[in-house]
């Protein structure tokens, strides 16, 4: 995955160089009014792809920020959900253990019985 990575960076900036190589003519851009700025055309096409990229990178960071806040809240709730089931397997036990001292003793399986018959 990582040489699919660098080979399309490596043909994006190809491309770009290629680009400005081409289109070194000056142009103005209007950035407010009274405010203009005027520079090759490559330049500013270089320096418009660098914001681009940047946002870009803060909206990664932004997503796993995200990312991380939502895995803390299900790691939270699954933590919620085990000490329910946890404490529901305590109140089981106990049920269970109080219903095997109301049962009956079981007689025991080889037939012999504890009990003295006077013959």
């Known amino acids: 995955m990582r040489q699919i990575n660098f080979v399309v960076i490596f043909v994006i900036a190809l491309a770009l160089v290629l680009f400005g190589i081409e ?5 103005i851009i209007h ?31 932004w997503a796993q920020v995200q990312g991380y806040m939502t895995f803390g809240k299900q ?7 085990i000490q329910k089931l946890e404490q529901d397997v305590q109140r089981y036990q106990v049920e269970l253990e109080e219903q095997s001292l109301m ?8 037939g012999d019985s504890d009990e003295a018959f006077a013959q």
Do not use: Y
């Open 75 to 81: 790691m939270q709730q699954r933590e919620l959900h």
């Open 31 to 61: 950035i407010a009014p009274g405010l203009d700025v005027e520079s090759p055309l490559c330049v500013e096409l270089i320096m418009a792809m660098g914001i681009g990229a940047v946002f870009a990178w803060v909206f990664s960071v």
């Open 103 to 110: 049962l009956p003793a079981a007689k025991p399986a080889n």
């Open 23 to 27: 289109n070194t003519e000056p142009v």
